[in-house]
């Protein structure tokens, strides 16, 4: 193997190192996101049930926001 070859290689190997530790932070830090904010959906919905002041269902809260959600994104999406 010349030398220029083992840098060459050893070059893309760093390289391709560096990415992958890159991606797996960025999907890490996307998953630490999402599981804060469905802590806070948790948190809502438990909130609502205990304290307001009529009984609702979980089905029709959940329903409700899922509904919400997705009317939010345009008026053809529908669940």
């Known amino acids: 193997m010349t030398k220029k070859f083992a840098i060459v290689l050893s070059s893309i190997l ?3 190192s560096f990415t992958t530790l890159a ?3 960025i999907d890490r830090k996307t998953k630490d996101d999402l ?3 469905i ?3 948790s948190y809502t919905l438990t909130t ?3 304290d ?3 009984e609702i269902p979980s089905k029709d809260l959940i329903y409700g926001s ?3 959600m997705l009317q939010s994104l345009d008026p053809h999406s529908q669940f």
């Open 14 to 16: 760093a390289v391709f």
């Open 23 to 25: 991606i797996s932070q």
């Open 35 to 37: 599981y804060s904010q």
């Open 39 to 41: 802590e806070l959906y």
């Open 48 to 50: 609502i049930q205990e």
């Open 52 to 54: 307001y002041v009529d």
């Open 66 to 68: 899922l509904k919400g």
